[in-house]
């Protein structure tokens, strides 16, 4: 009989199944940020030989006092405050409604859904034809009420509104989802307990649901709020590749982007780049900090 | 507060719950709602709540009609089977709710949950989350939870289903104490006869959302109205065999050997001829010598030891009894005993008994 050729430690054995997955993240996802966090120190180079002559923090410095990053910072920044929040009290609003047994449940819960797995860009396309001036569903519903035409997307007062409008009505599906089925995880004797209480079914909510799916609701914060920080291509379709009238939907990704592509200064980029890797450290680091804190009590 | 209820009916899809129950409560007794499994005893009870609406029927409290409010208007405090206190809330604020929910002051309300606290002796676990308490600390403080607003009714649903045997026993007399002191009107869903016959005013035995017998636990043990309730109560339960009422007495048909019992205590449920099933309870069954004229005697098939009793299980004829006796004799299988029968019911023959 052949014996079978067998490794030992387990660990060892565990470690060569992850391996084919494991050097597919560390050349697409390890090796990038690692290369981009480096590049940004670079001051110095030749970018066909790879060759570094000098390195120093004048990226980061540059980055930081370029009014179009604090610019694009700032805009990011708002949309994130305005369009997280936002995202999840409509959100829970819905999911409540859904939670009530109302008829056509599911029905709702797939179109409201449908958002969700369609394609950034192909959503971007369609708003950006609804929201056309002159020949734009919108306007065209707005002068059947008999209003004036509204130039959305070359006011620049109404980018940072629309794109906040967008990313709730985008993300709606999921948190819907999300919440819902934390709803129904919700045990059925607080409520029951709630009502003998005394508590009507706007208090029970505030003082027994809501507290209950705390941690749902917290994940859907961080979460939403690293993807906020992300927002690009909504920018980049709706707005014909410009960040926007007058710079209004400048962000943070864009401003890479642009810094990358169309300047090629990639060690600006990088910089750039790794200042957004911070932000969104900071927040992760923020949701470690509550989930773990609430572990303990 | 006084409950009446009125053809109360509960109707599912095809399960009819509870059917017409006509009852009434008096006020500041507590009332056991007893029966098996799905007999419809939890249902009146979410009914009696609010949580459930009837099919059909009307609750009145005192002569009031409440089966227009919810249940968070009727005041009623209720302590459920798996405790449902609000994991997010200390102690004190899940007993401080229902009066913050009552629009209490939050000085008054820190006040009242100390009495309530201090009549159930939770006072030390006030600032603890319930997850850090055990089931009948757990029990304790919804229980607390459920009489800190001072409600007119109490309803416990199986409230002691998910403790242990010892803890059973203890805190059902807490229960029965507090509600004494307080003289709620007290509504006590449980599955176990010795719970419901050791703290009720009244028992509510229900079979098929119907009422079998409703009456003082005494009664119910010593006067059953109906086998259904003669065979609930009682553990070991009640030895049936068939019978005929004959002049002289009950003729009890044990196969080969017929016995005519003039004696003991015969109890009736209903004017009664002809054939009847006899119910004697193994406690009922007293020792006596194999000579003695009417007596059952049979031969020992199994011998149990429970405790500070002892039950013996023998064939008389073609009927299989049990009898319980105490420790001073030592029996074997095989052999042959005798036992007097010192109190008998009699029900109606009913062919499926």
Not at chain 1, 27 to 33: D, K, L, R, T
Not at chain 1, 170 to 193: F, M
Not at chain 1, 212 to 232: D, N
Not at chain 2, 203 to 220: A, F, H, N, R, V
Request: glycine share 6%.
């Amino acid at each position: 009989m052949k014996r079978k050729w067998k490794i030992r430690n387990p660990q060892f054995r565990a470690f060569l199944y992850l391996l084919p997955a494991l050097s597919v993240i560390a050349v697409f996802q390890f090796y990038p940020v690692l290369k981009s966090f480096f590049m940004g120190f670079y001051t110095k180079f030749d970018y066909l030989t790879d060759t570094v002559e000098a390195v120093g923090l004048d990226n980061f410095l540059y980055v930081l006092k370029d009014p179009e990053f604090a610019l694009a910072m700032k805009n990011t920044a708002v949309f994130a405050v305005i369009s997280v929040p936002l995202g999840i009290i409509t959100a829970l609003v819905f999911a409540l409604i859904l939670n009530s047994n109302i008829r056509f449940q599911k029905f709702f819960r797939s179109a409201y859904f449908l958002p969700f797995v369609t394609s950034m860009t192909a959503v971007a396309v369609v708003w950006r034809w609804m929201l056309n001036k002159d020949y734009g569903m919108v306007n065209a519903l707005l002068s059947v009420l008999g209003m004036p035409k509204v130039a959305w997307l070359t006011d620049a007062q109404m980018t940072i509104p629309i794109l906040i409008v967008l990313s709730v009505w985008k993300g709606l599906g999921y948190k819907i989802i999300i919440l819902l089925a934390a709803l129904q995880g919700v045990d059925e004797r607080y409520v029951k307990a709630g009502r003998m209480d005394g508590a009507g079914s706007f208090r029970r909510i505030c003082y027994i649901i809501l507290p209950i799916l705390r941690p749902t609701i917290l994940f859907l914060s961080v979460t939403s709020l690293i993807g906020a920080f992300k927002i690009f291509d909504e920018v980049y379709i709706m707005y014909g590749q410009k960040p926007g009238p007058l710079q209004s939907g400048l962000t943070i990704v864009y401003y890479i982007f642009d810094k990358f592509y169309r300047h090629w200064e990639f060690t600006t980029a990088s910089a750039a780049a790794f200042l957004l890797f911070l932000v969104i450290l900071f927040f992760t680091l923020l949701q470690f900090l509550f989930s773990s804190e609430r572990r303990k009590s | 507060m006084r409950i009446r209820l009125e053809n109360l009916t509960k109707r599912y899809q095809e399960v009819t719950a509870v059917d017409h129950l006509n009852l009434e409560i008096e006020d500041g007794d507590l009332v056991c709602l007893l029966g098996p499994s799905g007999c419809g005893k939890s249902t009146t009870l979410s009914i009696i709540a609010g949580l459930e609406q009837a099919t059909e029927g009307a609750i009145y409290f005192d002569e009031e009609n409440v089966g227009g409010l919810e249940a968070e208007e009727r005041d009623i405090g209720m302590v459920f089977q798996d405790y449902a206190l609000y994991p997010h809330m200390t102690v004190q604020e899940n007993m401080a709710f229902p009066l913050k929910m009552q629009g209490w002051k939050k000085k008054d309300r820190i006040e009242k949950v100390k009495e309530a606290a201090k009549m159930l002796q939770i006072e030390e676990y006030l600032k603890r989350k319930p997850g850090k308490l055990s089931g009948g600390q757990q029990q304790r403080v919804a229980i607390a939870r459920a009489i800190v607003k001072n409600p007119k009714i109490l309803l416990l649903d199986e409230p002691l289903s998910n403790l242990d045997a010892r803890l059973r026993i203890e805190l059902r007399d807490e229960i029965r104490r507090v509600q004494k002191q307080l003289g709620i009107t007290t509504i006590f869903v449980t599955h176990d006869q010795e719970e419901a016959l050791s703290i009720s005013d009244k028992i509510l035995l229900m079979e098929k959302g119907k009422i079998s017998q409703y009456s003082s636990p005494k009664e119910m043990y010593m006067e059953p109205q109906n086998v259904f309730a003669a065979k609930f109560l009682g553990n070991p339960p009640m030895n049936f065999v068939p019978g005929e009422k004959v002049e002289d007495g009950i003729s009890l048909l044990l196969g080969d050997e017929n016995m005519t019992v003039k004696k003991g205590t015969i109890h009736e449920a209903g004017e009664l001829k002809g054939s009847v099933c006899v119910g004697i309870r193994p406690e009922a069954l007293e020792l006596c010598s194999t000579e003695e004229e009417e007596a059952i005697s049979g031969v020992i098939t199994g011998i149990q030891t429970l405790g500070k009793d002892m039950y013996i299980h023998f064939r008389a004829g073609e009927q299989m009894l049990t009898a319980c006796v105490g420790w001073e004799k030592t029996f074997s299988e095989g052999e042959r005993v005798s036992f007097r029968v010192k109190r008998l019911h009699l029900f109606p023959w009913e062919d499926d008994r």
